[in-house]
């Protein structure tokens, strides 16, 4: 999938516990956003939200190529995640997220309310 400019306060999802997503490329900033593949909805019933919950299963996001920022929004309370059983690789303005064995979380941009994560 490729976003030709921006992605803000976007919400994209699959709630299949076997959902694979190859390449996501977005050519501007992700601001305020929300990627969630394999997993269900908290209590708020909103995806790619701090209560997710990652489904058993072999959900997968192989790449996301951000060129621009990352950034969640000034707003206390809120959240915004990339997130699946699997991310195999995470760059945001040419900077690496590690993935790799073993659960990972990673804060992206400077609002600490925008995070990357998997359980692999």
């Given at each position: 999938m490729t976003i030709k400019g921006r992605m803000e306060h976007a919400t994209l999802f699959n709630a299949d516990a076997n959902a694979n997503v190859?390449?996501?490329?977005?050519?501007?900033?992700?601001?305020?956003?929300?990627?969630?593949?394999?997993?269900?909805?908290?209590?708020?019933?909103?995806?790619?939200?701090?209560?997710?919950?990652?489904?058993?299963?072999?959900?997968?996001?192989?790449?996301?190529?951000?060129?621009?920022?990352?950034?969640?929004?000034?707003?206390?309370?809120?959240?915004?995640?990339i997130i699946s059983r699997t991310i195999g690789t995470l760059t945001v303005g040419g900077l690496a997220y590690p993935f790799g064995a073993g659960a990972q979380t990673n804060f992206i941009g400077v609002t600490g309310d925008f995070v990357a994560r998997d359980l692999a």
């Open positions: 190859g390449k996501v490329v977005v050519a501007g900033d992700w601001i305020a956003s929300r990627l969630a593949v394999g997993t269900a909805a908290g209590a708020d019933n909103l995806f790619g939200t701090a209560d997710d919950t990652i489904l058993a299963g072999t959900s997968s996001i192989g790449a996301v190529k951000i060129k621009g920022q990352g950034l969640g929004t000034p707003e206390a309370g809120d959240s915004f995640r």
